[in-house]
């Protein structure tokens, strides 16, 4: 369970448009979650969906223009992000919220070492000398498993894994509360995406960080977060705990995203694409925006957003579907 009382990161009824010339797209629909010391909570959903522009605006990073932040009210460690001007900003970016972006490569300055750029973060919040700050960001390297010999080189020296460690260095070289991390082991292969998660995972331990762990990877979210929450078209679907999303689903698209994986225990099983395309962004139904690929939509569904439903303390839906004695979720067991 979430700290209600004191939480590392509140948000409340956040939209976020992207308004161009001739269209507007509306990436964020009034979302609201809470996330306590130490929890991680998975941001699931498919591309589109509205993650990162939700990760973007806990920063305050989103382009403007043509990003808009229309409503909402965001809070870390109970300061409120929308309100602060830059020279506040820039005290709490790196200090008490950081972010590790989905490709290191363009994350990272090619011109300086990465010495120096874990090293200029440690300058800025922890008001060290260079000769201090350059020797902190040498044993910050050997935390996330590289040589502190190897602070003098450059990013394109590294291999993608080695270059997204030096990422994971940088956002926890001050030790934030909240880290929200944006799809990090996307470009990597297998074996070093397990290692990345482990590292994470064995820091989040060491500091009690909170962390956002943005992911199409069910897997992944099983592995890592105890608080799930599935985006679809800029809307927070189904919430929950990891139990809650996983053993207990309520919405059909959640549904359709456990049977959209391959089965282990059917080699020869086909897999099951979710059908359709997720709507234009510009241009949202009325209702349900799954409701055209919903195979349990009723003309309901398709007339009127529906509301957000307490199944339980610690788990949430937008649906009208569960309630229908027709409805039941066609989970099958894929483990």
């Not at 448009?17 to 629909?29: D, K, M, Q, S």
């Not at 397990?194 to 592995?223: C, F, P, R, W």
């Not at 957003?305 to 937008?318: E, W």
Request: proline residues 7%; contains cysteine; aromatic residues 6%.
């Amino acid at each position: 369970m979430e700290d209600r009382e004191n939480p590392v990161l509140k948000i409340e009824h956040l939209t976020v448009h992207y308004e161009l010339e001739e269209e507007t797209v509306e990436a964020v629909n009034d979302i609201s979650f809470t996330l306590g010391k130490g929890q991680t909570l998975g941001l699931v959903g498919e591309t589109g969906a509205g993650k990162t522009t939700t990760a973007l605006a806990a920063l305050k990073l989103v382009p403007d223009p043509p990003g808009v932040i229309k409503q909402g009210r965001i809070e870390v460690c109970g300061k409120s992000i929308l309100e602060l001007n830059s020279s506040q900003l820039e005290k709490i970016r790196g200090k008490e919220i950081s972010m590790i972006f989905q490709d290191p490569m363009t994350s990272l300055n090619p011109v300086f070492t990465v010495g120096d750029q874990i090293a200029e973060s440690i300058e800025i919040h922890e008001h060290l000398t260079k000769a201090e700050a350059y020797e902190k960001a040498r044993e910050m390297l050997e935390l996330v498993g590289i040589p502190r010999s190897r602070a003098g080189e450059y990013p394109h020296q590294f291999s993608g894994g080695m270059r997204q460690r030096v990422v994971i260095a940088i956002a926890l070289t001050c030790n934030p509360k909240l880290l929200i991390a944006d799809e990090p082991t996307t470009a990597l292969d297998v074996t070093i995406q397990a290692q990345v998660l482990d590292l994470m995972n064995d820091l989040k331990k060491k500091y009690g960080t909170s962390m956002i762990l943005i992911t199409h990877d069910l897997g992944i979210v099983a592995e890592t977060c105890d608080q799930v929450a599935v985006m679809y078209a800029g809307r927070i679907v189904e919430q929950g705990t990891l139990e809650d999303i996983f053993n207990r689903t309520r919405h059909p698209y959640t549904e359709a995203l456990f049977n959209s994986l391959p089965n282990i225990r059917d080699r020869k099983a086909r897999l099951k694409p979710i059908p359709g395309l997720m709507p234009d962004p510009t241009n949202l139904p009325a209702g349900c925006a799954f409701a055209p690929r919903c195979p349990y939509a009723t003309d309901t569904c398709r007339a009127g957003l529906p509301q957000f439903r307490t199944i339980s303390p610690t788990h949430m839906v937008m649906c009208r579907a569960y309630e229908s004695p027709e409805f039941h979720i066609r989970r099958e067991d894929r483990s």
